[in-house]
């Protein structure tokens, strides 16, 4: 995105954001008026698990890395998040704390806002939480999704469900029949998203590629969707 400020004032900048895009031009408008902006070098922790969530992000630009310090010390990464996306919606909105690290990859910068004036806000716009409680419905069913091809989808198919599930993140469910991806994310992390190892990753990548469902051009991928969704189920025949 990388809007300027004035754009942080208007409607059309925070309908953007899937948890805040039911809301009427009114309440779009007041919540640009209790954002503050916040900035993060690349590496550097936004928040940790555990900490108080006393705020969420809508992040402009960049991108950040939500993962866990599994007991062996290793790192599993849960997800990436980039424009449009929020962070520590789910702290600010039970209550609870952070439920894991958020670091930024690259250099981020965001809207930051305090739980107690989104509480504030929800008293003037009653519609707000019943907005946020749809977009928690909305993110379960990913997860629930999410989880399903780990546990039941082999390595090609959930390769091809990850890259479908981030074209419609960024183009809509009317997906082109090419569109383009960029990830911004090495295979290490790509690995720990789908749970497997880096090799296997890598031989799926070039199985991919070879079926001409990915086409590399650079740090940027050309998709077929239709092969990739194709591949995505593949006891769909």
């Known amino acids: 995105m990388g809007n300027s400020p004035a754009q942080h004032l208007k409607a059309s900048f925070w309908r953007s954001f899937p948890l805040f895009e039911a809301l009427d031009d009114a309440a ?8 503050r902006p916040g900035g993060w070098t690349a590496g550097e922790t936004i928040f940790q698990r555990g900490d108080t969530g006393d705020w969420l992000l809508a992040i402009d630009d960049g991108r950040v890395r939500l993962s866990l310090l599994t007991q062996g010390g290793k790192e599993l990464t849960l997800r990436h998040a980039g424009p449009g996306d929020t962070l520590g919606e789910m702290a600010v909105f039970d209550h609870e704390p952070r439920s894991a690290d958020a670091v930024a990859l690259v250099p981020t910068t965001g809207l930051v806002i305090l739980a107690a004036d989104l509480a504030r ?6 519609r707000l939480l019943p907005s946020m409680a749809r977009y928690f419905v909305r993110r ?7 989880l399903e091809s780990i546990a039941l989808y082999p390595l090609e198919a959930r390769m091809a469900r990850f890259i479908l599930f981030t074209l419609r993140q960024l183009n809509g469910d009317g997906l082109p029949d090419v569109a383009s991806l960029s990830l911004q994310i090495s295979q290490s992390e790509l690995a720990a998203v789908l749970g497997a190892s880096r090799p296997k990753v890598n031989r799926v990548i070039q199985t991919l590629t070879a079926e001409g ?4 051009d ?20």
């Open 140 to 146: 379960l069913r990913e997860t629930t999704e999410q």
């Open 28 to 35: 779009l408008r007041d919540l640009g008026t209790i954002a």
């Open 213 to 216: 469902a990915l086409t590399r």
């Open 218 to 237: 650079g740090d940027t991928w050309r998709c077929d969707t239709t092969r990739l969704l194709a591949l995505a189920e593949p006891d769909a025949d």
């Open 121 to 126: 806000l929800s008293d003037r716009h009653p």
